[in-house]
């Protein structure tokens, strides 16, 4: 099938940029010395899962139980939730691993800990844990210094559940740009959970796991020491965002939107596309940086960057494509003639993959398989 | 069902609400002797357009093939897709008016008006067609005084498709905030459609039907003489775009996203909670108001706003509620512990709405059905 047969709008996944996303991440974490457990929530399909394992990735990391059960029903059974566990999911956590999964969950307080605790001991079952502490101040977990820590671990193990160690994400790195200040963090996100991993260990309580990441600090780090594993996901596509923060280039961003000229404003430079906010998504991600890519970046149907071309408005079903600098292009009809096809590369990888049930997997301009993905909890 | 046995997120529609909207939406139209073609992209759920069938609306409007096929294979067979059809997508059309779908769709191009007349040519079909107008210069549509408007109606006409008729959507207003701006913006919706259907009938060309529409416009629409017909979809969920506005108040809002607390940050007065953007989208729709609501407002489990309390940020599947004046609450976590729910209403209800593959249906704090929704294309 060629680009041309495809309905749109559709999500393509350029298969060579995947592999080379895919290879080059890997690489870096075996120099370094630790597994990769790639967190899957950015793509949400089994094919390129399997990719990642293929070149050596180690247990994947979800962002939802309903994650967690397909690609469980689909062979993956080392899997590590990465949102705080509450009372409510206990039940699904458990039925996942009495059918064998090796689901780790994670809790940043007492409470939680407590109930997990509790539900273990009426079960008969002894869940693994990991702690999730805070090295950056951008969301959960607790502070590597804070006595909730021991408190917290001190409630699994005496209530019968395994800790599995500590675990954090430096997600502010999404808003640093150079490589200096990301591998910095880096090493702040290595040394603070490398230090709640020594306090465990000093009170006595067991901590044989030490996992960090976020694509754009595994992507700087230099050193992983006393790390065990690294947790990433968005690498597999990247997006504009990803290269605003410096950590790829437009030319290796895997995932693109086909989409179709629906019409034109000639007057004001406006070429209308059948990609609105439904297929880009609402994600403004690259808003706060110095290259504000409005809804997405256009290239041609090849798949080769048109610089001077962004989406920059977006309605439900109708996104609005024009130069960059503001200037009415007057050939604009004839440069985009209505049933052309476009590719915007997006924000936000993870945001836009998720508006589509589906990804064609593409070769130059050839459609060679169609990749089912899933959405919801 | 009650409320504490559903998995979160969900995404609820309160049944009072939703009816008091459909209802208020349908007597404005009534009064002003139009018929209703609800814009069914709102909420995608076959449940909810009947409900506005069942109150007196007159077919309905889509946004994508897709919904024309759902809606079509639900029983819904008066269908206007409102997005311009590209030569790509003509074959999916005939395909379902050939099954009996009595489906119109729309231009505003030579070139698509060219390419619809070859293909009926070819298939010996009439295609029923209506002109995009642009009556306010925030999308699609050719202007009601450019000799377009009459190029494109006599290339349909005489390549045998039937010219329905004219339509326009003012979508900027969605960028006005009184009922005084609104009902002016109404008038010139109103007042250049007619001029155009009115300079069509002049060169002697059909022009049955002129179809009006936004929600903001259709209710503060005062006079609405010579239109026959009013789009609108947000209505019938309203968000808080529309309180902003000035259509609606917060408290009229049918659709909200049930979520648990997962953890605290009580030193930053944070509350995190398990519905993160991939529930609430990414919309941002009132960040350019005077209220901005970031991600949503904060109501408790029995759907009671918590005015002070908005959700400040999202990640994936983190959300971050805390006061609206920043203030830090050192008891937050006493106000709202782990595994307490929260209900949070929406910026703009068709972009939360498409995170969902489902609706809880609630009366007070009982969920009373569970309403499918579809997505993609």
């Known amino acids: 099938m060629m680009l041309t047969d495809i309905p749109t709008p559709a999500a393509l996944i350029d298969e060579t940029r995947m592999k080379d996303n895919i290879a080059r991440m890997q690489a ?3 120099a370094l010395g630790v597994r990769l457990r790639p967190h899957v929530k950015t793509a949400k399909c089994i094919e390129v899962a399997r990719r990642q394992q293929a070149e050596g990735a180690s247990g994947i990391t979800v962002s939802t139980l309903k994650e967690a059960e397909q690609f469980f029903a689909a062979g993956f059974d080392d899997i590590l939730y990465a949102a705080c566990i509450t009372p409510n999911k206990i039940d699904r956590a458990l039925a996942l691993r009495r059918r064998g999964c090796r689901l780790t969950v994670i809790v ?3 409470a939680a800990a407590e109930a997990l605790a509790a539900r273990g001991q009426a079960e008969q079952h002894a869940f693994d844990v990991m702690i999730e502490v805070d090295t950056d101040g951008h969301r959960s977990g607790v502070k590597p210094d804070d006595a909730l820590l021991i408190g917290i671990a001190g409630t699994l193990h005496q209530g019968g559940a395994v800790v599995k160690g500590v675990m954090t994400h430096a997600g502010s790195s999404y808003d640093l740009n150079t490589h200096e200040a990301l591998a910095r963090l ?7 959970i490398v230090e709640a991993a020594a306090r465990l260990r000093s009170a006595g309580l067991p901590c044989p796991e030490v996992s960090v990441g976020s694509t754009p600090t595994a992507l700087c780090a ?5 790390v065990t594993e ?4 968005v690498y597999v596509f990247f997006d504009l965002v990803m290269s605003n923060v410096g950590v790829c280039t437009p030319h290796e961003i895997a995932l693109s939107v086909l989409t179709t000229v629906i019409g034109h404003q000639t007057e004001k430079g406006w070429v209308i596309v059948d990609a609105g906010w439904m297929a880009m998504s609402r994600d403004r991600g690259t808003a706060r940086h110095g290259i504000d890519y409005s809804y997405g970046a256009i290239c041609g149907q090849d798949g080769r960057s048109l610089d001077d071309y962004i989406m920059t408005a977006a309605n439900q079903e109708h996104g609005i494509v024009c130069r960059r600098d503001g200037q009415a292009d007057p050939d604009i009809a004839q440069r985009f003639p209505i049933g052309s096809l476009l590719r915007v590369l997006p924000n936000h990888a993870c945001a836009t993959g998720a508006q589509f049930s589906a990804y064609q997997l593409i070769d130059g301009e050839r459609a060679v398989a169609t990749w089912e993905r899933f959405d919801g909890w």
Chains 1, 2 share one sequence.
Do not use: P, Y
């Not at 880096?186 to 603070?192: G, H, I, N, T, Y």
């Not at 230099?222 to 006393?226: I, T």
């Not at 690294?230 to 996901?233: D, E, K, L, Q, S």
């Open 28 to 30: 870096h974490m075996t």
């Open 186 to 192: 880096a090493e702040q996100e290595r040394s603070l």
């Open 230 to 233: 690294v947790r990433a996901g």
């Open 108 to 110: 940043d307080s007492i």
């Open 222 to 226: 230099r050193d992983l020491s006393d």
